[in-house]
């Protein structure tokens, strides 16, 4: 069986969206397995910038079947909305599908996200106010609507119907706020739903089928090990699990199929939204990683929070992935910097931690333990040889490689899908 994951490493925003679509070139079978719109994965292609939320990165190939798993929340109307600005550009989006499984994210849901960021104050977990936590929160209470409840639409109405009345209930005595109209969320879907139903299909078997005939299935995750519902910095983390075991639930498959676990890592390090990071630069180098990295994000526009590489993050996210490759991105934006600093521990109350702590007070007043590499100057954008980095580059992924335990297979140097150097190929 071929079933390959890629993941992230850090805090998401590590570059899976390039990565994943130049390994789908060779893909039969491309699956996102978890999140929602709250995700955003940039894709160049010669030259033009395709901005993705929730269809997979590798939609840009017609060749590959896409599907939406049982584990993504999908909001239809960003879906519609999304395949429309890819068909504005000649796109080809008839072998993209969603799995008849996967949860509906409403419009409620989006406003009970806003409504609960804002009153949050302090305590906010800095969510993309997508939605994306209150459709995960009625999954596993279990009163969620699915993508097969718009094939029996009597069925969904019904349940619509009994929903709105808490969610308005919720709405109104809580918040205050406006709470939304039976008939008018029910000609909203009714509006959309022949659009829908096509693209609606049972997942599950199609895929057991692929991995089954030996066909290059390729799943991909959205954010990052360290938003981890489970793993990461808790509360300050996603509502689903984005690491290599959240594909087993996301899209219903057997860990043995796993063939190979691509964890995708930034030669540095970014995050969006609250939420501790030790290795957060707040002086004119964050500044300056900020700027030449383009570090804004592809969903909200905010400005990515921006430090050093976290090596201890990354090798928590090896460990808990079981990550057979790593890829590094961006490693062309430390071109020019005389000294790099990595962290490699924390030191909390005097003692040093070599592994990821759990506790949110630990991390808040963690300290980063630095090991100081030399930079280089040379611009290496358009170098496709592994050996003709500067040796100062060189030694700098090794150090990773030593401390991860990981193999490089892939370096990104640029933005463009050609951009790269690949160490060994990926797809054997």
Not at 182 to 203: A, G, H, M, W
Not at 347 to 361: F, R, V
């Amino acid at each position: 069986m071929s079933g390959y994951v890629v993941v992230g490493t850090q805090w998401g925003d590590e570059g899976k969206g390039k990565i994943v679509d130049v390994l789908s070139e060779k893909a039969d079978m491309i699956v996102r397995f978890q999140g929602g719109n709250n995700a955003g994965h940039t894709v160049v292609v010669n030259g033009t910038k395709h901005i993705l939320h929730l269809l997979p990165s590798g939609c840009l190939h017609p060749h590959a079947q896409c599907i939406i798993g049982p584990g993504v929340v999908v909001d239809p109307f960003v879906f519609l909305q999304e395949l429309q600005v890819l068909e504005k550009k000649g796109i080809d989006t008839g072998h993209i599908y969603i799995s008849e499984r996967a949860h509906i994210l409403m419009p409620y849901h989006i406003l009970i996200d806003q409504l609960q960021e804002e009153r949050a104050g302090y305590y906010k977990i800095g969510t993309t106010k997508r939605g994306i936590g209150p459709c995960y929160a009625d999954k596993y209470e279990r009163v969620g609507l699915r993508m097969h409840d718009l094939c029996h639409f009597e069925s969904f109405q019904k349940k619509l119907y009994h929903n709105l009345q808490q969610k308005n209930a919720y709405i109104e005595k809580v918040y205050g706020a406006k709470p939304f109209v039976y008939e008018q969320l029910v000609k909203n879907f009714s509006d959309i739903r022949d659009r829908l139903l096509p693209r609606i299909i049972e997942t599950t078997a199609r895929i057991h089928q692929a991995l089954k005939e030996d066909r290059f299935v390729l799943f991909e995750g959205a954010q990052a090990a360290m938003l981890d519902i489970n793993y990461g910095t808790y509360p300050y983390v996603t509502s689903s699990s984005p690491t290599a075991a959240g594909v087993c639930t996301g899209a219903g498959v057997s860990p043995q199929s796993l063939t190979r676990i691509i964890g995708v890592m930034k030669a540095y390090s970014t995050r969006v939204g609250e939420g501790p990071f030790v290795s957060e630069l707040l002086d004119e180098k964050g500044e300056y990683l900020r700027k030449k990295g383009a570090e804004f994000g592809a969903t909200t526009g905010r400005p990515r929070r921006c430090g050093w590489l976290d090596l201890l993050a990354v090798r928590h996210a090896a460990m808990i992935n079981g990550l057979t490759d790593l890829v590094v991105t961006k490693l062309d934006i430390l071109s020019g910097m005389e000294e790099i600093n990595v962290c490699i521990g924390y030191e909390i109350h005097g003692s040093i931690y070599e592994y990821m702590p759990a506790a949110l007070e630990d991390l808040q007043c963690a300290k980063p333990v630095y090991k100081v590499c030399k930079g280089w100057k040379e611009d290496i954008r358009n170098i496709t040889n592994y050996h003709e980095l500067p040796d100062n580059c060189r030694a700098y992924l090794r150090f990773i490689e030593e401390f991860t335990d990981v193999p490089i297979s892939m370096i990104s140097v640029g933005p463009d899908r050609t951009h790269n150097i690949f160490v060994k190929d990926l797809t054997k």
